[in-house]
């Protein structure tokens, strides 16, 4: 979950590379640096913190040079510190190597490495592969590609690598394993970097990479080979997003942009799903509709905000295509003996594409034999890739670290999935279907409406900012909202912050509400089963004690006990969390923006979590 970006071309590499760190920022941010292909020995700065310390620490007198190498940190192994940051070098100063990953056997590597004489100069597992491969760089002749293709057999674990080498300086030289890394194709230039976003201003023209394939690139072109030295022929593809939708276009943070641009990402999810016969058009899924018959259940794989979408998915599967759905955290399905067979279809969730627990769990599933269908924002990343079908959600570049846009969008994609299912099982009439699909067309305009009506929950919020604990309420879809409130407001305002589902109050939760304890209540829509009054129960309990209640109502629903009511637009029940959690996002925002915290990249985290 670094951030690395390559450049070799026409133009002084410190532009491109500066660009790309500040596009990969959101990766990690505990450290940054460079390595300049300045001939005879490389000019390398790396600085502890954000990208800015080390463009302050480069001032005005940085050589000039037409290649390069740069990282931007998300610390595993040694602190964030100076001595920490990549890239890492051999004892030479002439070779240097940036990592994104983990290299598991690294404590064998360094202690065969320090008895043939290597000196080490940081706590990280990345510096043992900078020794490595000058070894093997000499014993190559100086040949950095065929060094990387021995070095990697060597290597366990999840890596990108680049490396660039002060007597060959126009070549850089990278690999990945389970880790992302892609190719931008310029003219006189090209790229190399974690993410399309940190080149897209200089070229739409992209290779993907395989796993274990290395890449040499130089400003004329570029070659692949597979770890034996086979030349492999390079998958070019065209970038479709656009360079402004990675710009923060006027907002203060880009959480705020994206969580604007919600109406459009989900219309744009919804886009050409319902043909004219009234059917659902999911071609992606690839099941004839005698599989989809023999489905015997359905497993849902995500982490964090895109396993709480997962969790929607169960309420509106199984009530509407009437398959029993498990909704699993990736990182405990991998390790547990779960009951799955080719009759299952696991749904991988994941807006990066990349999250390693994600991946390892997906591949688990695979081997039992379940047909894996990715739910992804993130096109030829690598969950994609190694499912059988993948269905895109169209929620653009999500550059904040929080899950805003993307969450909204991952719900889209599931419903869609269910209203699929049901439709091909028989369990739902065409008409019934379109109503429902016509419903979810409303949507992007009832969202529109909340955020056009969001400045009171703003201040609102401002108020509570002081607040020690924040306790989130809410039954049947509202439950996974809850939850998803509760982890927003974690991860940005680094509150105490709680989502539980309105029945289990009275089991133990209820104990931690005191006089004055924040509790947002999600109403349920005027339910079958009456759960908008047992949530209103709910909400009499805990005032009962103390609490300061925000109700989260459709409009016109009646609502005693509040302090405070922010009203949402009326929808069908299985909707709501569409419209439910905006809210509670602009409400973690604001939290974020009034206690100083830095919204867009909360401390500890990083958006794409490539390892385990
Ligand atoms: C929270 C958040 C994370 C991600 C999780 C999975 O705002 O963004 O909890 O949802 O790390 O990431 P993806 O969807 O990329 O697999």
């Not at 043939?116 to 510096?127: A, L, M």
């Not at 009439?429 to 009171?456: A, C």
Request: contains cysteine; proline residues 4%; hydrophobic residues 40%.
């Amino acid at each position: 979950m670094c951030g690395i970006v390559g450049y070799t071309g026409s133009q002084s590499a410190i532009t491109p590379l500066i660009e790309g760190l500040r596009r990969l920022e959101y990766r990690g941010y505990d450290s940054a640096g460079i390595a300049l292909g300045t001939p005879g020995r490389l000019y390398i700065e790396k600085r502890a913190g954000k990208l800015a310390n080390l463009e302050a620490a480069l001032g005005d007198s940085v050589p000039t040079a037409h290649s390069g190498i740069g990282h931007t940190r998300w610390a595993t192994h040694g602190g964030p510190t100076d001595r920490n940051a990549h890239p890492h070098v051999d004892n030479e100063g002439k070779l240097a190597v940036i990592h994104n990953g983990i290299i598991e056997n690294y404590t064998q590597l360094r202690a065969d490495l320090l008895s043939r004489g290597h000196r080490f100069e940081s706590d990280t597992d990345t510096e043992s592969v900078a020794h490595l491969l000058s070894d093997l760089r000499k014993s190559h002749n100086g040949d950095l590609a065929a060094a990387m293709r021995e070095a990697v057999k060597s290597l366990r674990g999840s890596f990108t690598l680049l490396a660039i080498h002060a007597d060959n300086p126009d070549v850089i030289v990278g690999v990945r394993r389970n880790s992302p890394l892609v190719v931008g194709l310029g003219d006189g230039e090209n790229f190399l970097a974690s993410d399309v976003a940190a080149f897209i201003d200089y070229t739409k023209r992209a290779v993907e990479l395989g796993q274990d394939e290395v890449v040499t690139i130089t400003s004329e072109g570029i070659e692949i080979t597979n770890l034996d030295g086979a030349k492999l022929a390079p998958k070019e593809y065209e970038i479709t997003w656009d360079s402004s939708a990675a710009q923060k276009g006027g907002f203060h943070h880009f959480m705020l942009k994206e969580i604007f641009e919600q109406p459009k990402a989900v219309a744009d999810t919804l886009l050409g799903r319902l043909n004219e016969r009234n059917q659902i058009v999911l071609d992606e899924l690839h099941l004839t509709k005698e599989e989809v018959q023999d489905l015997k259940k359905i497993v849902v794989l995500a982490c964090g905000t895109a396993y709480h979408a997962g969790m929607v998915a169960k309420y509106a599967i199984e009530k509407w295509a009437k398959i029993t759905v498990e909704v699993e955290l990736a990182s405990e399905f991998r390790y547990r003996d779960s009951v799955i067979d080719n009759q299952t279809l696991v749904i991988a969730i994941s807006q990066s594409g990349e999250t390693m627990d994600t991946l390892m769990a997906l591949r688990h599933a695979k081997e039992a034999g379940a047909r894996v269908l990715a739910v992804c924002n993130t096109n030829s990343s690598t969950i994609p890739r190694e499912s059988d079908a993948v269905l895109y959600t169209h929620a653009g570049p999500e550059i904040a670290v929080a899950s805003t846009k993307a969450f909204l969008t991952q719900v889209i994609a599931v419903y869609l999935i269910g209203l699929y299912l049901a439709q091909v099982r028989g369990v739902m009439s065409d008409v019934e279907v379109k109503n429902l699909f016509n419903e979810m067309v409303e949507l992007p305009g009832k969202i529109e409406q909340i955020l056009e009506t969001v400045e009171p929950l703003r201040e609102l919020t401002r108020g509570f900012a002081s607040s020690t604990s924040v306790l989130f309420l809410g039954r049947n879809v509202g439950f996974p909202v809850a939850l998803e409130g509760a982890l927003k407001l974690k991860e940005l305002a680094y509150m105490h912050a709680e989502g539980f589902a309105g029945g289990e109050l009275k089991h133990g939760p209820i104990a931690l509400i005191e006089e004055g304890t924040p509790v947002i209540a999600i109403l349920p829509i005027g339910h079958e089963h009456g759960l908008d009054e047992k949530m209103l129960s709910n909400i009499q309990e805990v005032k009962a004690r103390g609490a300061r209640i925000i109700v989260i109502a459709q409009e016109g629903a009646e609502v005693a006990g509040a302090e405070h009511i922010i009203r949402i637009p009326v929808a069908p029940a299985l909707l709501q969390p569409i419209l439910a959690t905006v809210p509670l996002q602009v409400f973690a925002y604001e939290m974020a923006v009034t206690r100083g915290n830095d919204v867009d990249q909360p401390r500890n985290l990083a958006k794409s979590v490539t390892v385990e």
